[in-house]
């Protein structure tokens, strides 16, 4: 499935298709029905007319990784390491609503983030723009069938996704891609959109699906990878990692997502390789020393055994780890906010 777009030239004529709003709810007794555009509204109002619409995509978008990005246990306590001064280069990504909520109100307050801001998180219009008052929404291609009663609502396509998941680290000494989704895909030169994996219409639904599985939703994780495992001689242990269903690297996003390749041996001792991005502190500051995450080609780890081993048997086991922090002289120290079994076997 591929998702394409045409933009609606901005100079398209017809009915200016404004919204018709009611004022005030449903339970007021005189309703004032007056001609709004929604981005008129202040930002949590304009989502919530959205989702008072749009349920079904609604409750998909609720309980979602965009929902959540700035509530998140996770994102709340890495916020705290972080000094004063780099908290609203977080904030407004993991809360982009704040942003807009502070636009045109009083000065002070640069960093705030209102509670009804911050559990909004990427909210509806965080990709959805409305054009200009005129730009007839198109009909949609998905079976959705009725006229919008507002302006297009388009996304910016791929460009989109990659205003958030793809940015440089704001040291003044560091200068690195904290995160860079979209490269990757974009070297796959791959026909799939983020889209059309990352939005695949659950059966029975007629809509995009709104949910955006990652890294949380194991058996995703799990299907980018074909894993095979073999002991080409008895004391030599080979995997395979090959990349399959995906084109950016696995695992992508956040600069510490990593995969944690072992084997245990039959004393109980382990051996591990991670495949991530690996950083090195350096007098001009961290810098990416390398980068050996599953990307394009399948990658091979060897873990050559220790002299006497050959006998008896040993267990692999590949795993997808979600990490909070880590000293990058000590990656197998790391802190884990989660992690999930991608395979495991027996050689
Ligand atoms: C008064 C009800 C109403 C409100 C409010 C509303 N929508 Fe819609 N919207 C619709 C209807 C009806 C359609 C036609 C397709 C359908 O039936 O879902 C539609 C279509 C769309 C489409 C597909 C067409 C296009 O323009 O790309 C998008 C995207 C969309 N809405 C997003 C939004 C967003 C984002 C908001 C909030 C800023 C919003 N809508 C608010 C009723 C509404
Ligand atoms: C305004 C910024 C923003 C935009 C635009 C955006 N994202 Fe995200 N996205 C985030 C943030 C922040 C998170 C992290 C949320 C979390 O898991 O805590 C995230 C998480 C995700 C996840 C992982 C969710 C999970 O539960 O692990 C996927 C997949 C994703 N985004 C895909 C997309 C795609 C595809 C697009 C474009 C259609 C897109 N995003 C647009 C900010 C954005
Ligand atoms: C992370 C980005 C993102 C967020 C957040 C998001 N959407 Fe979407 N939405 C998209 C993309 C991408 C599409 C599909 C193609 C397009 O329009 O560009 C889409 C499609 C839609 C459609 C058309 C559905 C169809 O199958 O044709 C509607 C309606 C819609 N979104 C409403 C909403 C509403 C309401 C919210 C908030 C509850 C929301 N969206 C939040 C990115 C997002
Ligand atoms: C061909 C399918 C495919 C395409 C295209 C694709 N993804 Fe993914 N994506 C996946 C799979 C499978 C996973 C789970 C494995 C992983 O973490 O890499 C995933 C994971 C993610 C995650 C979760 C990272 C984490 O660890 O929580 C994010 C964020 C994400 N994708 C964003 C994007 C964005 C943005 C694009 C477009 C620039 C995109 N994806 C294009 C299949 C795809
Ligand atoms: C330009 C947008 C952007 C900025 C700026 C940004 N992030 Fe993120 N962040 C994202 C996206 C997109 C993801 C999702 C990638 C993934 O799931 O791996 C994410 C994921 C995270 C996660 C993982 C959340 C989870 O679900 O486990 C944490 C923690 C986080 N960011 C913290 C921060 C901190 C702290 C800062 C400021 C130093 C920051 N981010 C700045 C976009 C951003």
């Not at 005129?134 to 507002?150: N, Q, V």
């Not at 894993?227 to 690297?249: F, G, K, M, Y």
Request: overall charge positive.
């Amino acid at each position: 499935m591929r998702i394409k777009r045409s933009w609606v030239p901005l100079s398209a004529g017809g009915v200016a298709a404004v919204v018709l709003l009611v004022l005030g709810g449903a339970n007021q007794r005189v309703s004032r029905a007056a001609q709004v555009r929604l981005s008129d509204l202040p930002p949590v109002a304009q989502n919530q007319r959205c989702e008072e619409c749009h349920a079904e995509i609604a409750r998909e978008w609720r309980g979602s990784g965009h929902q959540l990005a700035f509530s998140r246990r996770e994102f709340q306590h890495a916020l705290l390491r972080e000094p004063r001064s780099a908290q609203a280069f977080c904030t407004d990504c993991h809360a982009p609503e704040s942003v807009r909520e502070r636009q045109g109100s009083a000065p002070g307050g640069e960093t705030m983030v209102s509670a009804a801001a911050g559990e909004l998180g990427v909210a509806c219009t965080g990709c959805h723009t409305e054009r200009a008052p005129g730009t007839a929404a198109e009909s949609r291609s998905s079976g959705l069938g009725r006229t919008a009663p507002h302006a297009f609502m388009g996304t910016d396509g791929e460009a989109g996704c990659g205003r958030c998941h793809e940015f440089e680290f704001q040291g003044k000494r560091s200068h690195f891609p904290m995160q860079r989704t979209l490269s990757e895909h974009r070297a796959a030169s791959s026909d799939s959109t983020c889209a059309s994996c990352h939005m695949q219409r659950s059966s029975g639904s007629k809509h995009f699906s709104h949910r955006f599985a990652g890294g949380r939703d194991a058996r995703y994780v799990a299907s980018a990878l074909k894993i095979s495992a073999t002991r080409p001689t008895p004391r030599l242990v080979r995997i395979e990692l090959a990349p399959q269903n995906v084109t950016h690297a696995v695992p992508t996003g956040d600069l510490f997502r990593r995969l944690n390749v072992s084997v245990k041996l039959a004393d109980g001792s382990e051996l591990h390789r991670f495949l991530a991005r690996h950083f090195e502190d350096t007098p001009q500051g961290r810098r990416e020393a390398k980068d050996d995450r599953v990307h394009l080609v399948p990658r091979i780890v060897e873990f050559p055994l220790p002299p006497g081993t050959q006998a008896a048997k040993v267990t692999w086991r590949v795993t997808y780890e979600r990490v909070a922090h880590l000293d990058p002289q000590r990656e197998d120290e790391a802190t884990l906010d989660g992690w999930s079994l991608i395979e495991s076997g027996e050689l």
